[in-house]
């Protein structure tokens, strides 16, 4: 059983940053690929960004958050960070945190993933 927990959304201006959290306790987080999804009012919920297991070398991006967005798995294992620069409106969204013990390698599809966390949102005003 895996458990996650997101933290660190809230609202920014066009141009600002935020950093999104995810805590992972259960099964050791460090041992399968975790990656973000984000879901907008009335649309469907879309693939943010991906990272592999282990020391996390191997990282896939939506074409949308390229060389915006940066995933990455903190120093203590259980950690995902999500960095989110120069932020657009376009980008509100409730944004989740998903992982599943099966794979080591990341996948954009959300069936990959059996584990999600609640969810943080993140607004940004224009």
């Known amino acids: 059983q895996v458990q996650l927990a997101e933290s660190g959304g809230g609202l920014v201006q066009a141009g600002g940053s935020l950093r999104l959290s995810c805590a992972a306790s259960?099964?050791?987080?460090?041992?399968?690929?975790m990656a973000w999804f984000r879901q907008a009012p009335g649309k469907e919920r879309d693939f943010v960004a991906a990272v592999s297991a282990n020391g996390g070398d191997l990282t896939i991006y939506a074409d949308s958050v390229k060389g915006r967005f940066t995933i990455s798995r903190g120093r203590a294992s259980n950690m995902l960070y999500l960095q989110m620069n120069n932020l657009k409106p376009e980008d509100t969204a409730v944004y989740y945190c998903s992982a599943d013990p099966r794979w080591t390698t990341p996948a954009r599809s959300a069936s990959n993933y059996g584990y999600w966390g609640q969810g943080t949102q993140v607004t940004v005003s224009s």
């Open positions: 259960g099964r050791a987080s460090s041992m399968y690929a």
